[in-house]
C-alpha cells in the first residue's frame, strides 16, 4: 500500500486550505477561479510537481483539461485523454481512485500528455470527480516531491478536493442550464408579445370594414337578410372584443397604457353594467343581484373605462363559470379609503392551487382544448393590470365546487392612491 511519510503536510495547515477553498465555493460563481484554486491548492498539499482537473466530454466520449498549473495551461488546452488506454479514464470508468508509485514506464500512463508537456510521469495518484454518485471527471496529482510516495493522507486530501470540485461544477451547471432556461423563456414571451401586438394591430382594419360594411349593408337591403346581417354583426363584435383584449395587452406590455381619471360614482358603475348582463343570466337561469349602499354613491377618483372593464370582465366569468339555478351577487362598500367591489358566484369554483395563476396571462384553469366555455385567458391579467394601474388591488377567494368570490378595492382619492402605492409597490 502507499507509504505513510513524515513529511505530511502539518494536519491544521492542510484544514486552512481547505476551508480556504470551501470560502472560495461559497462566494463565487466563478468556475475557472475556483477550479484553480482547487488544483493550485491540491498541489501543495500533496507535495505534488503538478495537478490537474479533467472533464468528461459526452461529445467527444474523452476527458478534456478543465484546470491545470498555469505553466501547463496552454498547452493542455488542445489535449484530450482517450478513456480507454489512460490512467484517468481508468479512474472515471470504474469511478475509483488510483495510485502509482512508479508510473515512469508503466504502460497504463497515457504518454501523449507527456509529449506535449516534454515532462515524465513518475508517479500518480488520482481521484474520480463524482456527481449524484456518477463521476464526472478526474482530479490528479502527478510526480511526489523528492521522489516520494503518495500517502494515505495524500489520498484524502485528494478525495475532498475532489468533493468540492465537483459541487462547483455541478453548481455552475445547473446556473447555466438556468440561465439558458432563463433566456429561452425570455425569448419565447417577447415573440408572445410582439405576435400579440402584430395580430391586433393587423386584424382590427379588416374587422372594422367588417362591421362598417355589414352595419351599412342592415340598413340599407331589405328586412330577408336582417337576420344573417345580425349573425354577422355579433360575430364581428365578439371578434372585435378579442381584439381589444390583445391591444390592451399589448399596450401595457409596452407601458403605454394612459389613466385618465375623473370623479365617478362606483354604484351607478355597478348598477349599468349589472343591467347590461341581465339578459345572459336570464337565458342561464342565473340570479344576478347588486348590493349596495342606499345612500352613497360611491364615488371614485379613477379611469371609469378602465374599472367598468375589470367590472365586466370578473361578472361574465362569474356567469360563465356558474350552472343554471345559481346565483351572482356583485356588492360594493367603503373600507377605509377604499372602495371594495366583491364578485360573489355559487359556481364550479377554483381549486386552491391555481387561484394564484388565474391572474397570469393566456392561463385557464381548464386545458382550452378540453374545456366547454370560451376565452383566451385573458380577462383577469386584463382586471389586474387595470386595477394596479389605479394602485389597487384584485385577489380571489374559492373552494372548488363551491362558488369563488373576487374582490377588488381602489382608492377614493389621489391622497390614498399615492399612500397605496408605497405600500403595494406593483410594477
Ligand atoms: P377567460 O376569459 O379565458 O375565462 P380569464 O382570465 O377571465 O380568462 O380567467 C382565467 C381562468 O380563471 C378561467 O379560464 C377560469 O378557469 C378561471 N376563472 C375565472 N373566473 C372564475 C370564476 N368566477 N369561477 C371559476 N373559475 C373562474
Same mark, same amino acid.
Given at each position: 500500500?502507499?507509504?505513510?511519510?513524515?513529511?505530511?503536510?502539518?494536519?491544521?495547515?492542510?484544514?486552512?486550505?481547505?476551508? =480556504?477553498?470551501?470560502?472560495? $465555493?461559497?462566494?463565487? @460563481?466563478? #468556475?475557472?477561479?475556483?477550479?484553480?484554486?482547487?488544483?493550485?491548492?491540491? %498541489?501543495?498539499?500533496?507535495?505534488?510537481?503538478?495537478?490537474?482537473?479533467?472533464?468528461?466530454?459526452?461529445?467527444?466520449?474523452?476527458?478534456?483539461?478543465?484546470?491545470?498549473?498555469?505553466?501547463?495551461?496552454?498547452? $493542455?488546452?488542445?489535449?484530450?485523454?482517450? #478513456?480507454?488506454?489512460?490512467?484517468?479514464?481508468?479512474? !472515471?470508468?470504474?469511478?475509483?481512485?488510483?495510485?502509482?508509485?512508479?508510473?515512469?514506464?508503466?504502460?497504463?500512463?497515457?504518454?501523449?500528455?507527456?509529449?506535449?508537456?516534454?515532462?515524465?510521469?513518475?508517479?500518480?495518484?488520482?481521484?474520480? $470527480?463524482?456527481?449524484?454518485?456518477?463521476?464526472?471527471?478526474?482530479?490528479?496529482?502527478?510526480?511526489?516531491?523528492?521522489?516520494?510516495?503518495?500517502?494515505?493522507?495524500?489520498?484524502?486530501?485528494?478525495?475532498?478536493?475532489?468533493?468540492?470540485?465537483?459541487?462547483?461544477?455541478?453548481?455552475?451547471?445547473? +446556473?447555466?442550464? #438556468?440561465?439558458?432556461?432563463?433566456?429561452?423563456?425570455?425569448?419565447?414571451?417577447?415573440?408572445?408579445?410582439?405576435?400579440?401586438?402584430?395580430?391586433?394591430?393587423?386584424?382590427?382594419?379588416?374587422?372594422?370594414?367588417? $362591421?362598417?360594411?355589414?352595419?351599412?349593408?342592415?340598413? &340599407?337591403?331589405?328586412?330577408? @337578410? &336582417?337576420?344573417?346581417?345580425?349573425?354577422?354583426?355579433?360575430?364581428?363584435?365578439?371578434?372585435?372584443?378579442?381584439? =381589444?383584449?390583445?391591444?390592451?395587452?399589448?399596450?401595457? =406590455?409596452?407601458?403605454?397604457?394612459?389613466?385618465?381619471?375623473?370623479?365617478?360614482?362606483?354604484?351607478?358603475?355597478?348598477?349599468?353594467?349589472?343591467?347590461?348582463?341581465?339578459?345572459?343570466?336570464?337565458?342561464?337561469?342565473?340570479?344576478?343581484? &347588486?348590493?349596495?349602499?342606499?345612500?352613497?354613491?360611491?364615488?371614485?377618483?379613477?379611469?371609469?373605462?378602465?374599472?367598468?372593464?375589470?367590472?365586466?370582465?370578473?361578472?361574465?366569468?362569474?356567469?360563465?363559470?356558474?350552472?343554471?339555478?345559481?346565483?351572482?351577487? +356583485?356588492?360594493?362598500?367603503?373600507?377605509?379609503?377604499?372602495?371594495?367591489?366583491?364578485?360573489?358566484?355559487?359556481?364550479?369554483?377554483?381549486?386552491?392551487?391555481?387561484?394564484?395563476?388565474?391572474?397570469?396571462?393566456?392561463?385557464?384553469?381548464?386545458?382550452?382544448?378540453?374545456?366547454?366555455?370560451?376565452?383566451?385567458?385573458?380577462?383577469?391579467?386584463?382586471?389586474?393590470?387595470?386595477?394596479?394601474?389605479?394602485?389597487?388591488?384584485?385577489? %380571489?377567494?374559492?373552494?372548488?365546487?363551491?362558488?369563488?368570490? !373576487?374582490?377588488?378595492?381602489?382608492?377614493?382619492?389621489?391622497?390614498?392612491?399615492?399612500?397605496?402605492?408605497?405600500? !403595494?409597490?406593483?410594477?
Amino acid at each position: 500500500m502507499m507509504a505513510n511519510k513524515n513529511q505530511q503536510p502539518n494536519k491544521v495547515r492542510q484544514l486552512e486550505r481547505i476551508v =480556504e477553498i470551501s470560502r472560495v $465555493l461559497s462566494s463565487t @460563481h466563478d #468556475l475557472t477561479r475556483l477550479l484553480q484554486a482547487v488544483v493550485d491548492v491540491a %498541489c501543495e498539499l500533496t507535495h505534488s510537481e503538478a495537478t490537474s482537473i479533467m472533464l468528461f466530454d459526452p461529445a467527444s466520449g474523452e476527458l478534456r483539461f478543465e484546470a491545470a498549473p498555469d505553466f501547463q495551461r496552454n498547452s $493542455l488546452k488542445s489535449i484530450s485523454v482517450p #478513456l480507454e488506454s489512460s490512467v484517468a479514464g481508468w479512474i !472515471f470508468t470504474h469511478a475509483r481512485p488510483m495510485v502509482i508509485q512508479d508510473a515512469s514506464s508503466d504502460p497504463r500512463v497515457y504518454r501523449e500528455v507527456d509529449k506535449t508537456l516534454q515532462s515524465q510521469t513518475n508517479s500518480l495518484l488520482g481521484v474520480p $470527480l463524482m456527481v449524484k454518485q456518477k463521476p464526472i471527471g478526474v482530479i490528479e496529482a502527478i510526480n511526489k516531491m523528492d521522489n516520494g510516495q503518495y500517502t494515505e493522507d495524500d489520498l484524502a486530501v485528494l478525495e475532498t478536493l475532489a468533493g468540492q470540485a465537483a459541487i462547483a461544477i455541478e453548481n455552475a451547471r445547473l +446556473v447555466r442550464k #438556468l440561465q439558458d432556461a432563463n433566456a429561452e423563456l425570455m425569448r419565447l414571451d417577447r415573440m408572445k408579445s410582439d405576435f400579440i401586438a402584430i395580430a391586433s394591430h393587423e386584424l382590427r382594419t379588416p374587422l372594422g370594414l367588417i $362591421l362598417g360594411h355589414s352595419t351599412f349593408l342592415k340598413e &340599407t337591403v331589405s328586412d330577408t @337578410h &336582417t337576420e344573417q346581417l345580425d349573425v354577422i354583426i355579433r360575430s364581428a363584435m365578439r371578434l372585435k372584443e378579442i381584439i =381589444e383584449d390583445m391591444a390592451t395587452i399589448a399596450h401595457e =406590455e409596452k407601458g403605454q397604457s394612459r389613466v385618465r381619471k375623473d370623479q365617478f360614482s362606483i354604484k351607478e358603475m355597478i348598477t349599468n353594467v349589472a343591467k347590461n348582463f341581465q339578459d345572459v343570466a336570464k337565458r342561464k337561469g342565473i340570479k344576478l343581484e &347588486t348590493d349596495t349602499p342606499p345612500d352613497d354613491p360611491l364615488n371614485i377618483f379613477g379611469d371609469s373605462e378602465k374599472i367598468a372593464v375589470v367590472l365586466s370582465n370578473l361578472i361574465e366569468n362569474a356567469l360563465t363559470f356558474t350552472d343554471e339555478g345559481g346565483q351572482v351577487g +356583485v356588492k360594493a362598500e367603503k373600507d377605509e379609503g377604499y372602495v371594495k367591489v366583491l364578485v360573489v358566484d355559487t359556481g364550479i369554483g377554483i381549486p386552491a392551487d391555481e387561484q394564484e395563476r388565474i391572474f397570469d396571462r393566456f392561463y385557464q384553469v381548464e386545458s382550452h382544448l378540453t374545456r366547454r366555455h370560451g376565452g383566451m385567458g385573458l380577462g383577469l391579467s386584463i382586471a389586474k393590470a387595470m386595477v394596479e394601474m389605479h394602485n389597487g388591488q384584485i385577489w %380571489c377567494e374559492s373552494k372548488e365546487g363551491m362558488g369563488s368570490l !373576487f374582490c377588488f378595492m381602489l382608492p377614493m382619492d389621489e391622497e390614498k392612491a399615492s399612500a397605496a402605492a408605497k405600500v !403595494f409597490k406593483t410594477d
